[in-house]
């Protein structure tokens, strides 16, 4: 790369729970630059996990992040051209790239679910990445089996 690398900008903490990944999973979620409509979905659907999580004894925003957790992948296969051969190689995923991943997956198979707004499908993906369930969890599951399928690429790492 003939330029410097752009500098990291820094993200201002949310209003309500005063936390820089709410502010970055909001970001991910908003369309047309709508950050406070974004805000209110998520809040929204945080409100709704509270209801539905209740025995729980843990905040939305605990669930929130259990839920993430439950969703981020180890590791990822890339492909790299070997000879004429292109080979799917399992390769670790860099702390940054796995709470980005982890995000887009919930944003995205949230608004796949069925339901009437998305704070509701969102507030039903978190919930079952909870209890490591839904499109988001099994999403991971097929990265690692992908990973896991072809270790013996594991050599031609880069």
């Known amino acids: 790369m003939r330029k410097s690398k752009p500098k990291k900008r820094i993200l201002l903490p949310?209003?309500?729970?005063n936390d820089v990944e709410v502010t970055?999973?909001?970001?991910?979620?908003?369309?047309?630059?709508?950050?406070s409509l974004a805000f209110n979905i998520f809040y929204k659907a945080l409100d709704i996990v509270e209801q539905k999580t209740k025995k729980e004894g843990k905040?939305?925003?605990?669930v929130w992040k259990k839920a993430l957790e439950n969703i981020t992948p180890m590791v990822e296969v890339k492909s790299r051209r070997v000879g004429g051969a292109t080979f799917q190689v399992p390769q670790e995923v860099r702390a940054e790239r796995k709470v980005s991943i982890s995000m887009k997956n919930m944003i995205h198979f949230a608004e796949k679910r069925a339901g009437k707004t998305m704070a509701?499908?969102?507030a039903a993906e978190i919930v079952a990445a909870y209890n490591e369930e839904g499109g988001a969890f099994k999403r991971k599951e097929e990265m690692h089996r992908m990973a896991d399928a072809n270790k013996a690429f594991a050599h031609f790492r880069f």
Do not use: A, I
């Open 14 to 17: 949310d209003p309500k729970y």
């Open 24 to 35: 970055r999973f909001v970001n991910n979620m908003m369309h047309d630059g709508k950050k």
């Open 59 to 62: 905040s939305p925003l605990e």
């Open 120 to 122: 509701e499908k969102l």
